[in-house]
């Protein structure tokens, strides 16, 4: 049993898996619901100072993905100061209390929370992509609270510069990335937009987004030293080593959750602990960052000669030679054989990748 402990600002979490802010953490029965379910810390929904006013139809799930319009908790803050962050704080995991906008919004509205707080999480999806006012949210809850300060960052083209600057301005964790886009839908059988904002436009989350998050992480921290939460299509044990490696020391998750159920926390800690003892590593700690480690030290991969196929795993599917570009792989399922021409390979790895059973590998 590896270990799946983390400690980040002095929070600690018995396993790397926490919730996202979003429709399972809406209120406090949901974050107990997460809390049961094996998150191992909470993460509530952003509120502001006013209730969002949601446009509907606000979900819709996609191919490879998930469409939402939610912007922020529908509650008023006096019912999450009343009664939700109580019964969230029941469950005896850190709280990380999400809050959005501006930073006079924020210098309201975190003295408030505070009492609930282990530490703020606070969104900048609606403040837009230039510097100065992320900035001066993040000072506005510094100047207000003593807990730890997470910035939540959308996929903004330039993260490397928004880490550094909010490292340097005393950000104490960054979490990344919220939903993409605008993006679109449409409902093939009424001709409509899938969501119901005014433009019909809604932001993409779930697995489409996950190798954005990934560079997004992988980004920020080869540049920042303060510990990152990677949120986007984590849904597996698997991906959230992925992320790890990328260069979080915690995940989130929203859209697994929103089509699973609060049991997937659990469900990803197991599978992540199935992960590393399977790879023989004995801790969270030691695959964090292991991506942007091995990519100073040695370098991206790099791939000259063919894979070489294992026949033992092989079930002779077809797949590779039916995507093989180079028309370099033939297999005969009735022999058994799989032959890869090294003249026409051009390693491009793509094989490799599609292999279900693990039966090609290649030296990179
Ligand atoms: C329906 C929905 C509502 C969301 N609401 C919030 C929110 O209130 N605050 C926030 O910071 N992120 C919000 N998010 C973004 C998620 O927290 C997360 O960053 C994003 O969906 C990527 O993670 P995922 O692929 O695991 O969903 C929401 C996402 C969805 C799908």
Redesign the pocket.
Known sequence: MANLRVTLCGLEFSNPILP????PTKDGAMLQAAARGGAAGLVS??ISVKPAEVPRPC?AEIRGG?L?T?L??ELPKEQWIAAEYRLARQTGLPLIV?LGYTAEQIAQLAPMVRPFADALEL?T?YVGTNLVPILETLRAAKEAVDVPVFM?LSPHPNIQEIALALEGAGADGLVM???FGPCLGIDLETGLPLMGSKDGFGWL??AA?KPLALRCVYDAARVVRIPIFG????ASGRDAAEMLMAGASAV?????A?LRGPTVYGKIARELNTFLDEHGYSSVDEISGLTVRKMRQRGAPRATAAPRAELSRCVFCGTCEKSCPYGAIRQDKAVKTLEIDKEKCFACGLCVTRCKMHALSMEV
């Open positions: 996202a802010a979003g429709p929904k952003t979900m998930f939402n939610e922020w908790s999400g969104s999806h939540k990335i919220n939903s989350s779930g987004i949120v986007g299509g984590i989130q998750v929203c859209t697994e929103i």
